[in-house]
């Protein structure tokens, strides 16, 4: 640490919109990490970046100090083009689940580093952690052996491995500091330039349940992260999609696992879920193989119609020391009907996704727990015709009460009209 740093005077001037030197961002993280930094310091400079911004050089320096607060992994030594996908957060969320086997069972090596649920959004880890023994804390030996031999790693940042983001990203997530462009850039592209890829494919949402509410955010967020990117020598595209509506048919840990297998198992009934996990693959694949988009999205669809990503996924459950036989199921579910007929005109999706943590799906605190086999099935999306006592929502997890109490607010998420509104379009756009 430097002499003279103190970390009230760089959240004062934070607070007071100063700007923030490379070596003031780089002391506070370092001592974030060692722990001369306390939480509530730490807390109150998010709270005060989340208010006034960083420019351009101040979130570079935040990324870059995230990055180096643990090891940078190597795999120049294993052959062939390395690549990841990223997404900026969702509700029901979980193409990684089917991506990240996918590329791999297609020939492209996926050492993806994912995190948790973040503020109403769900997170890989805990959709992984929701298959019983699965191991998301593996040291980089054994990360790296993977990658060697299945071609695919999926775990969370670890000591080793973006320590600083590991406990900053538990702090946003319960003191209403996620939504901000310098931390969502920094927090995932220090994870992701700590991978040792050459590419990286980012799904940047937009809509009622993304961080950015409109797509001019999310074009600006998709820009910032791709800049960083090619900054550091990273092939980078963005796709620009849609989260107006929670993706596919489920939210909630274990309830996700099985609607990835399910797809994987070419099971009909999840055209979203799957059509963003071809096209991101796509973009992976073509980055990868250096093919055409088109041609990389063929050789996806056969690998998921022919069964090979299910087996890698299967590979994968097993190496990581997960029991996908065992995957628990809810003991209670609770129906919540539409009060009147008409059109899913919108849906507040943010707010599903706080309903998601009422029930448990989710963390309000760091210190809880979460019930894996917690979370909601969608049963009418935007455009969809309801009937007044037709079902909306199918809530599931291991209190009826804790179930209960979730209904009311999740009455009020859906907007009904008379008028069948447009389908929101899917992927709006990409970006390279
Ligand atoms: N994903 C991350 O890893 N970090 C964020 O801040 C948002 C999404």
Wanted: hydrophobic share 40%; aromatic share 4%.
């Amino acid at each position: 640490m430097t002499v003279g740093f103190l970390a009230v005077e760089i959240i004062k001037r934070k607070r007071d919109g100063g700007g923030l030197s490379e070596q003031e961002i780089q002391d506070f993280i370092k001592g974030y990490v060692n722990g001369t930094v306390a939480d509530y310091q730490m807390s109150a400079l998010l709270m005060a970046i989340f208010l006034r911004g960083m420019d351009t050089k101040e979130t570079l320096s935040l990324t870059k100090s995230m990055l180096h607060s643990g090891e940078i992994m190597d795999f120049s030594a294993i052959p062939g083009f390395k690549v990841d996908k990223h997404s900026t957060g969702g509700v029901g969320d979980k193409t990684s689940l089917i991506i990240a086997p996918l590329v791999a069972a297609c020939g492209v090596a996926v050492p993806m580093i994912s995190g948790r649920g973040l503020g109403h959004t769900g997170g890989t880890l805990d959709k992984l952690e929701s298959i019983p023994g699965f191991n998301t804390q593996i040291d980089l030996k054994a990360f790296r052996l993977l990658i060697e031999k299945l071609g695919v790693g999926l775990i969370g940042q670890t000591q080793e491995i973006c320590p600083a983001d590991k406990k900053i990203y538990a702090l946003r997530d319960v003191t209403g500091t996620v939504e901000s462009l310098p931390l969502i850039c920094a927090s995932i592209m220090s994870k992701k330039l700590a991978e040792g890829i050459d590419g990286l494919v980012l799904d940047v949402k937009w809509g009622s349940g993304a961080f950015m509410k409109t797509q001019a955010q999310a074009e600006e967020l998709a820009r910032s992260l791709i800049d960083i990117g090619k900054g550091y020598g990273k092939k980078v595209v963005a796709l620009i999609t849609d989260m107006n509506q929670p993706l596919g048919r489920f939210a909630g840990n274990s309830l996700e696992i099985q609607e990835c297998l399910d797809i994987m198992e070419n099971k009909p009934g999840f055209p979203d879920t799957r059509e963003l996990s071809l096209r991101l693959s796509a973009e992976m694949i073509a980055l990868g193989k250096n093919i055409s988009v088109a041609q990389a999205h063929q050789l996806a669809e056969e690998n998921l119609v022919n069964g090979l990503a299910l087996k890698k996924f299967r590979e994968i459950c097993k190496a990581q020391s997960g029991d996908l036989a065992h995957l628990p199921k809810p003991k209670c579910q609770l129906v919540v009907k539409s009060a009147s007929d008409g059109f899913v005109q919108s849906l507040d999706t943010e707010k599903i996704g706080i309903s998601g943590i009422m029930i448990r799906a989710g963390r309000a605190k760091t210190s809880d727990t979460i019930d894996p086999t917690a979370g909601i099935e969608f049963r009418a999306k935007i455009g969809d015709s309801v009937r007044a006592g037709q079902p909306l929502f199918t809530l599931y997890g291991e209190s009826l009460s804790l179930l209960q109490s979730a209904q009311e607010q999740l009455r009020t998420c859906v907007h009904i009209s008379l008028q069948k509104p447009a389908t929101p379009t899917l992927i709006v756009k990409r970006l390279e």
